[in-house]
């Protein structure tokens, strides 16, 4: 087994072999490192993607909202047109009383 003190004194013997060594030492480390590092980043992709559709799910949800109320608005249009067209039909029998009977006899008469 190799002590310590021989390993420094070879290495001071031979400066090359210092930097092999230094060399090798640095990329176990960062091969060691790197599937932490993986881990992380794919940690923080789950977190970044869970935001977003967390966000996009609040947006939507705003979305349809606001779709409710235009569906809402639109029904409330709707109604009151139909009441205007109604009122407007009354006014106009109102005022040609005989329009409806007139076209309807005329048809009558075509026959």
């Not at 106009?92 to 008469?109: G, H, I, Q, R």
């Given at each position: 087994?190799?002590?310590?003190?021989?390993?420094?004194?070879?290495?001071?013997?031979?400066?090359?072999?210092?930097?092999?060594l230094?060399?090798?030492?640095?990329?176990?480390?960062?091969?060691d490192?790197?599937p932490?590092?993986?881990?992380?980043?794919?940690?923080?992709?789950?977190?970044?993607?869970?935001?977003?559709?967390?966000?996009?799910?609040?947006?939507?949800?705003?979305?349809?909202?606001?779709?409710?109320?235009?569906?809402?608005?639109?029904?409330?249009?709707?109604?009151?047109?139909?009441?205007?067209?109604?009122?407007?039909?009354?006014?106009?029998?109102?005022?040609?009383?005989n329009?409806?009977?007139?076209?309807?006899?005329?048809?009558?008469?075509?026959?």
């Amino acid at each position: 087994c190799l002590r310590k003190e021989d390993l420094l004194h070879a290495l001071n013997d031979y400066p090359e072999m210092r930097e092999v060594l230094k060399e090798a030492a640095r990329q176990k480390l960062a091969r060691d490192a790197k599937p932490q590092q993986d881990e992380e980043n794919t940690e923080n992709e789950r977190r970044i993607s869970f935001t977003n559709s967390v966000e996009l799910a609040d947006t939507l949800g705003k979305r349809l909202e606001d779709l409710e109320k235009l569906v809402l608005t639109l029904a409330q249009e709707i109604k009151t047109t139909n009441k205007s067209v109604v009122s407007l039909q009354k006014q106009l029998t109102k005022v040609y009383p005989n329009s409806k009977d007139s076209s309807s006899s005329s048809s009558d008469s075509d026959s």
